[in-house]
């Protein structure tokens, strides 16, 4: 398999890493990654994020124990998103409020809230 370029130019040399349980499908996270947090990962094992507030590597559970194992790495047909199939090592809870997901907090559409008119009436 032929290794390929992720294009950090896009984004001001970052580019977005999803973070997705591989055997559930939830979407856990996302972050941040440059090319050193890039190539931490690979070389690792485990998701390394660019902190763009503390200007350093950040690897993912250093300090709470709910590492990111990488199971699988993809890119998009841009090659300048990344997604991560991971296995959570720890008690599982990747959000720093405690959840298993930063994604909790579901937002309103006002879409959904019109109701159908039955035969385009």
Same mark, same amino acid.
């Given at each position: 398999m032929a290794e390929?370029?992720?294009?950090?130019?896009?984004?001001?040399?970052?580019?977005?890493?999803?973070?997705?349980?591989?055997?559930?499908?939830?979407?856990l996270m996302v972050?941040?990654?440059?090319?050193?947090?890039?190539?931490?990962?690979?070389?690792?094992?485990?998701?390394?994020?660019?902190?763009?507030?503390?200007?350093? /590597?950040?690897?993912?559970? $250093?300090?709470? +124990?709910?590492? *990111?194992?990488?199971? !699988?790495?993809?890119?998009? &047909?841009?090659?300048?998103? /990344?997604?991560?199939?991971? $296995?959570?090592? +720890?008690?599982? *809870?990747?959000?720093? !409020?405690?959840?298993?997901? &930063?994604?909790?907090?579901?937002?309103?559409?006002?879409?959904?809230?019109?109701?159908?008119?039955?035969?385009?009436?």
């Amino acid at each position: 398999m032929a290794e390929i370029a992720i294009d950090f130019a896009k984004m001001d040399g970052l580019v977005p890493g999803i973070v997705q349980d591989a055997r559930t499908g939830q979407v856990l996270m996302v972050g941040f990654l440059n090319p050193e947090s890039y190539r931490a990962t690979l070389e690792t094992g485990f998701v390394t994020f660019w902190s763009r507030t503390r200007q350093k /590597l950040w690897m993912k559970g $250093e300090t709470s +124990g709910n590492r *990111l194992r990488v199971l !699988e790495a993809i890119t998009d &047909c841009d090659h300048d998103t /990344l997604l991560f199939r991971v $296995e959570v090592e +720890g008690d599982g *809870l990747v959000c720093h !409020e405690g959840t298993v997901s &930063c994604f909790t907090r579901p937002i309103a559409l006002a879409a959904n809230q019109v109701k159908a008119v039955p035969n385009g009436q």
